[in-house]
């Protein structure tokens, strides 16, 4: 996509969508933080556009002092809705990569901490990726999966299986053994 189509598309939607995006963004980490914290990531992937979608047809319907606008441009609100759940991810993402600082993690730790989220509470996510790095480091007996599967099992969320541990632990030292033999 060309800058020129980008702009001609927030030229086309407006500033309306991008301050409803911002809002949205906000929202949605809100919702992540308090009383979301537990539900699956697969389904906070939908909630930008929801929100977005809800966001915009309060705003159309205030801004046109009218309910009957919602039925009878049911096709730009979805539109727009969807529009604001886009960008409102897209100011996310931009937020993630750019802004937020993130503690430097050594690429063994960044790679267990991906695959540990969401088997570990995310407010220790990074010490145990750090814990179970330093034990596969330090393990001189060839059996770092054990120690691994271990330390997983202290620190796991209640809702993860003793299969769940055992598969995690063994993933991690075959991903950690194939990035490291490249």
Not at 22 to 29: H, N, P, S, W
Not at 76 to 81: D, I, N, Q, Y
Not at 97 to 117: C, D, M, N, W, Y
Request: charged share 20%.
């Amino acid at each position: 996509m060309t800058i020129i189509k980008i702009i001609d598309t927030f030229t086309f939607y407006g500033i309306d969508v991008i301050l409803l995006a911002a809002l949205t963004a906000i929202c949605v980490q809100i919702c992540k933080l308090t009383f979301l914290k537990k539900i699956k990531k697969k389904l906070l992937t939908f909630l930008p556009f929801m929100l977005g979608t809800l966001f915009y047809a309060t705003y159309g319907a205030l801004k046109n002092l009218s309910i009957n606008y919602l039925i009878e441009e049911y096709v730009t609100v979805l539109e727009h809705g969807i529009s604001v759940g886009a960008v409102a991810t897209l100011l996310y993402v931009l937020y993630e990569q750019f802004v937020r600082e993130k503690k430097h993690l050594s690429p063994a730790e960044g790679i267990i901490s991906t695959l540990i989220e969401g088997y570990v509470p995310k407010s220790s996510v990074e010490k145990v990726a750090a814990t179970i790095a330093e034990a596969i480091e330090k393990d001189v007996t060839g059996n770092g999966a054990a120690r691994c599967a271990e330390i997983l099992k202290q620190n796991a969320d209640s809702e993860t299986t003793e299969v769940d541990v055992q598969l995690l632990s063994k993933l991690i030292i075959e991903t950690l053994a194939h990035t490291t033999a490249i």
